[in-house]
């Protein structure tokens, strides 16, 4: 058994998102230092606010104004924080019923230890410096001693309201290709290419999955196939892809290797991009060190008969 | 309102699940499934050209990979082509979904399976991609977290504190000691403070498995099982995704969708529940009506074994088996998603008259 294969994979998105009228003026709310909830029919205050109503499902767009300051309904103890959270110090995690809310809102509480925290506790957002609309422009709340803040007198208009924000994404993965994709990469290595055959069926599959799609069980015999291949259907591309290095036009293929039952898809070189043609007969051309064919290219035989492969189109 | 009779009966012939494993990194997901898959064949003697309809469940997220479930495929035969859907939610949706495509009569088979691999990722990370996320995502509050959340509630309003948290877990993992499947079983320590008050005893193993299931409507399920899982009824529910709306102390749309299921209408043997962190046992003991006679989580439960996306299904498959076995004649099999139990569904299952 070869070693599994592992390599890093991050997976990292901005996401924009549009709001609608009530988180809109929330947000924009928090970047003027502003916290607004929304009535609901029978008089309740949401903070944060939504759009509809969770019991009644009713349209809600009545903002109010609530104070900065408020009271913790739960909390829990994070003594270890981790990335992306609002504090990286150790800090509570808390649900916080603000001044004239009903409902509580989910933040940061910056406190020296958990002996300093407990349900019933007062206290009061701290806003960050830099403000954009956003939930972080709560920095966190701390500790406070004290009666409801004052109202600045909002009614949930302002000035270049925010219609956005952008919530970047970011996840970390370990990728590692399981048993059968392990051995075909491996054997690439060696500049080979190696399918698996189907116990049932017999069809050979390259690049192999581990199972053979038509009966569903594991292909587990190795079949040496390639390295020469006739393609089978191709396309021509006319979109430079970010952060690939490679001419427009170019043509990129469905390619079954000799003696596989299943085209692998591959780019087409060493031939204008116009002359490519289904039947025609190429191989691999490998880079210096690569790991991997980095295009096919014409072997120079005669078009292979359409016969030979149409199963295979 | 009584629980709607359903149209057909329909039942849970057949269940496997795999070792849960704390990493699998040797085998690819369709590689994990592909025993399980033949397993739960083997049990009826049917063939996947046999099914009616295929139904699974998964998430990208935890592969990191878009359409993650479609190299899966592969492992039930999909050509030529099948009936196939599949949730990105918990298996025990998958269910749902083929459940009721059994009721409309267009089969009379379905092949359910589920499949989580967390070890490439960090599933605290992963399930904080599911909260709102205009309010709460961009705090990245993880799962652990939410959960204590949940647990301070409880231990304020004096429903439970740490010693009987610590009961839960300790309970469940020695249930797992007959459970070969189980990825922790026996005595396990308390732990320190993950996320407090919950320790690391109280929140579930993190690791990779796999389950499935078969379903058969009427005479159908008599030929492929001595003794059917009849599904009695079968509901699901959701609440607010307002944490601070809810009352986390409570689980009102477990209890609906128990109501609706006819739960309450007779009493339960057994109950699978699907609570992944101990404090959610005692907030779906008391939404569900569970006292002391009803055998809670005999399989070891979610603390035991809780492959993401897989551990639901596998509460309906374990009620199930026991039906099979002979050793429960009504269960009651829970599945949840989203923080906080935020989503519930609820199965009654019940054998024949022995
Ligand atoms: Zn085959």
Known sequence: MPEVLKAPLVVEFPFTRSLGPVQSAFLTGLRERVVLGVKTGDGQT???????????????????????????????????????????????????????????????????????????????????????????????????????????GSDGRFEDMVTGIVAPARLDYTYSPGRAQSRYIEALADRRAVGER???????????????????????????????????????????????????????????????????????????????????????????????PDHYRPTGEPDADYETYKELV | MPAPRPQRDIAVVAFAQTDHLRTSDELSEVE???????EVLDRTGLRTSDIGFTCSGS??????????????????????????????????????????????????????????????????????????????????????????????????????????????????????AGNSHAQLRGSVPRGDYAVRPLRTGDCPPIGDGAAAVILAAGERARDLCKRPAWIRGIDHRIEAHGLGVRDLT????????????????????????????????????????????????????????NPIMAAGLIRIGEAAARIHRGDSNRALAHATSGPCLQQNLVAVLEGDPR
């Not at chain 1, 069809?203 to 038509?214: D, E, H, I, N």
């Not at chain 2, 299921?261 to 043997?269: C, Q, S």
């Open chain 2, 59 to 176: 998430t990208d997220y935890l592969a990191g990979r878009a359409f993650s479930f479609t190299m899966a495929l592969d492992g039930v035969g999909a050509w030529p082509p099948i009936s196939e859907s599949h949730v990105e939610m918990d298996g025990a949706w998958a269910l749902y979904e083929a459940w009721t495509k059994l009721l409309t009569g267009e089969a009379d088979t379905a092949l359910v399976y589920a499949y989580g691999k967390s070890s490439p990722g960090s599933v605290r990370d992963v399930l904080t991609r599911q909260l709102d996320p205009y309010y709460v995502a961009p705090l990245w509050p993880d799962s652990i977290a939410l959960a204590a959340l949940q647990a301070q509630v409880l231990i304020d309003a004096g429903d439970t504190d740490e010693p009987a948290l610590a009961a839960v877990a300790a309970r469940s993992r020695a249930s797992a």
């Open chain 2, 250 to 305: 409570d689980s009102p749309s477990a209890r609906l969708a128990a109501e609706r299921a006819g739960v309450f209408e007779r009493p339960v043997d057994t109950a699978e529940l699907h609570a992944p962190f101990s404090s959610q046992e005692v907030v779906l003991r008391k939404a569900l009506r569970l006292d002391d006679s009803v055998d809670i989580n005999p399989s070891g439960g979610p603390l035991a074994a």
């Open chain 2, 32 to 38: 994990m499934l592909m025993p399980v898959l033949h």
């Open chain 1, 198 to 292: 189907c116990p049932s069926c017999r069809k050979v599959y390259v690049p192999p999955r581990g199972a053979c799609p038509t009966c569903g069980v594991a292909t587990l015999e190795q079949v040496e196939v390639g390295p020469r291949g006739t393609v089978t259907t191709y396309c021509i591309v006319n979109i430079k892809a970010k952060n690939l290095d490679i001419e427009v036009p170019y043509v990129y293929g469905h390619i079954a290797l000799d003696g596989a039952d299943l085209a692998l898809h591959g780019r087409i070189g060493g031939i204008p991009y116009d002359q490519v043609r289904m039947g025609l007969r190429v191989e691999p051309v490998w880079s210096e060190g690569g790991r991997f």
């Open chain 1, 46 to 152: 949401l903070v944060p606010p939504v759009e509809y109503d969770p019991v009644t499902s009713e349209e809600l767009g009545e903002l109010v104004e609530v104070a900065s300051t408020g009271t913790v309904s739960t909390w829990a103890w994070n003594h270890e924080p981790r990335r992306g959270q609002p504090l990286d110090t150790p800090f509570a995690w808390v649900l916080v019923r603000l001044d004239g809310a009903d409902t509580a809102l989910l933040h940061a509480l910056d406190a020296p230890g958990p002996d300093a925290v407990r349900t019933g506790m007062r206290v009061r957002v701290r806003w960050a410096e830099e403000r954009s609309g956003a939930i972080t422009d709560i920095a966190c709340f701390e500790p406070y001693d004290g009666g409801p803040a004052e109202l600045t």
